[in-house]
């Protein structure tokens, strides 16, 4: 079974602390790796698509990166506006219908 | 991004009625369309996959009789509970990619609160 896993669960930063949330997956069939936000009473807010290992993406204060067995958002001097759900899925061939493979998830909460 | 538009965002229903969701992609044709249930404080439960013109595939322990699904355009699904009881109520999330492997976007969500 498909499996991707994110830690920590949840993470309190101050603000302008920067830290790194992990996602590490099955690697067998993975097709690509996307990161989403989500806030409360919010469906997830699309952020990232990784497909091969080394790739790295960019938006304002979060990189995402991937390697060969995870991948890790690297959110630089956070502000409390970044405080959300940050969700981890993989898509994998063989999956029916393309469907994702979500983590639980990582709450982050920045402290002003 | 590309833009999935979800309605109702928050809907309150007697128990016994039923209740239609829709899920548009405003910018994009949408071969496939996912819905999903979330409960507090977990992550997103896949309900089924619908592809444009053919019969949604429910996952296990989902019933189909009472989450109709239908997507009968690339822009268009509804998720219809029927027969809604209290233990239906949750928030509702559909999501809809182009095709193959590319990003899957989420509509607003519904919460559904059946009385």
């Known amino acids: 079974e498909d499996q991707v896993t994110q830690s920590p669960e949840a993470l309190r930063l101050q603000e302008g602390e920067s830290s790194s949330l992990n996602c590490s997956y099955t690697v067998s069939g993975l097709r690509g790796l996307f990161w989403y936000r989500q806030d409360p009473g919010k469906g997830p807010e699309f952020l990232f698509t990784l497909y091969s290992a080394g790739e790295e993406k960019e938006k304002e204060r979060l990189k995402a990166t991937l390697t060969k067995k995870e991948s890790f958002l690297h959110i630089t001097a956070p502000k409390p506006e970044d405080s959300a759900t940050y969700l981890c899925?993989?898509?994998?061939?063989?999956?029916?219908?393309?469907?994702?493979?979500f983590g639980k998830g990582t709450k982050l909460s920045v402290i002003p | 991004g590309a833009v999935v538009s979800q309605h109702p965002s928050r809907v309150i229903c007697k128990s016994g009625t039923s209740v239609k969701i829709e899920c548009r992609s405003l910018?994009?044709?949408?071969?496939?369309m996912f819905w999903y249930r979330q409960f507090p404080k977990q992550s997103l439960m896949l309900m089924a996959t619908s592809n444009e013109g053919s019969k949604a595939t429910y996952e296990q322990g989902v019933e189909k009789d009472k989450f109709l699904i239908n997507h009968a355009s690339l822009t268009l699904s509804t998720l219809t509970v029927t027969s809604a009881h209290p233990e239906d109520s949750s928030f509702y999330i559909c999501?809809?990619?182009?095709?193959?492997?590319?990003?899957?976007?989420f509509g607003q969500g519904t919460r559904l609160t059946v009385v």
């Open positions: 910018d994009f044709q949408a071969t496939t």
């Open positions: 999501s809809a990619t182009a095709g193959g492997f590319s990003a899957a976007f």
């Open positions: 899925a993989g898509h994998y061939s063989g999956a029916g219908s393309y469907q994702l493979t």
